[in-house]
């Protein structure tokens, strides 16, 4: 299992379009065998950060993720609604153990 | 709801300590009725920075949860062992929706 954080900086005028397209890619995630989890978080105190927490079940599951049709639209529609490019930091789950990381999937 | 990530950057020499009890505090903390996830995360490229991801049920949690023995204890099991202030950022969850967030609490 691997946790991947995404940090992304979106240009005001693209906040709502880029929320919209992002809720999209994320409901389709959540349908990927090798995604456990796809959160999707907005910054209190400044409304154009965004972080993305995916949770993958194995290590080559964020490549197979990268070749579906929903994160290549994704990638193509938001990628002229950032103020930077994005940046991702890859984490070992500790806690819980790995049957607490699965959600309802209730979306 | 709301998502906080607080960001812990260890000495090297506690980073077992840190994980002690940083699990521990975890598992007392999901027991808490305002605490939705309590997901600890270590940095895979830098094994002395983590992450802990903390979804609270209402804005009011997160001081519940700092008067808990639990809290309390860890706050000062681990204040020695930082390499410098920890950081937490506040973040608005946008995806899943609210029942999306729930796990199994299987721990």
């Given at each position: 299992?691997?946790?991947?954080?995404?940090?992304?900086?979106?240009?005001?005028?693209?906040?709502?379009?880029?929320?919209?397209?992002?809720?999209?890619?994320?409901?389709?995630?959540?349908?990927?065998?090798?995604?456990?989890?796809?959160?999707?978080?907005?910054?209190?105190?400044?409304?154009?950060?965004f972080v993305l927490v995916e949770v993958y079940r194995t290590v080559d599951?964020?490549?197979?993720?990268?070749?579906?049709?929903?994160?290549?639209?994704?990638?193509?529609?938001?990628?002229?609604?950032?103020?930077?490019?994005?940046?991702?930091?890859?984490?070992?789950?500790?806690?819980?153990?790995?049957?607490?990381?699965?959600?309802?999937?209730?979306?």
């Open positions: 299992m691997l946790v991947v954080l995404v940090y992304v900086q979106v240009l005001p005028d693209y906040v709502e379009d880029f929320i919209a397209a992002t809720l999209e890619n994320a409901r389709c995630s959540l349908q990927e065998q090798g995604i456990v989890r796809f959160d999707v978080v907005q910054q209190q105190d400044d409304p154009c950060a599951a964020p490549g197979r993720h990268k070749e579906t049709e929903h994160y290549l639209r994704w990638r193509d529609t938001v990628a002229d609604m950032m103020a930077e490019p994005r940046s991702s930091i890859k984490f070992i789950p500790l806690f819980p153990q790995t049957a607490g990381w699965e959600t309802h999937h209730a979306v």
